[in-house]
């Protein structure tokens, strides 16, 4: 059974481009590891809610926009070995020190998630 990480990230607009190269780089290391799919949104019509959003779920500020991502396994016990192939990877190391990420890393949602329902 297929099996997801969700991720919805504030990212500053000024450092789209940058989130956008270490998305391009960390999405082939997870290709490479294993992971089926490695897909990055970014906010289009999103708008604050009345009592919830997404915007209001990552506390977004002015001049930053909301980044929806994805990344799908075969199960999730995959996804475990991915990702701790993933974690040990030395190209990625810039991206597992907080201080270089184009974003702030304190307010990213994320989880994993099993299918429920395809149609």
């Not at 999405?27 to 490479?32: A, D, F, H, T």
């Amino acid at each position: 059974m297929k099996y997801v990480d969700g991720f919805v990230v504030p990212v500053p607009k000024k450092n789209l481009k940058a989130y956008q190269t270490l998305a391009r780089k960390a999405g082939k290391v997870w290709r490479e590891y294993g992971a089926l799919e490695f897909r990055e949104f970014v906010a289009d019509d999103v708008k604050p809610g009345k009592w919830t959003s997404f915007p209001q779920s990552v506390k977004l500020k002015a001049g930053e926009v909301v980044v929806f991502s994805y990344i799908t396994y075969k199960s999730r016990a995959q996804r475990d070995r991915v990702n701790a192939k993933v974690m040990k990877d030395l190209r990625l190391s810039d991206m597992m020190n907080g201080k270089s990420m184009p974003f702030d890393g304190k307010r990213m949602i994320f989880g994993g998630f099993k299918l429920m329902v395809t149609v």
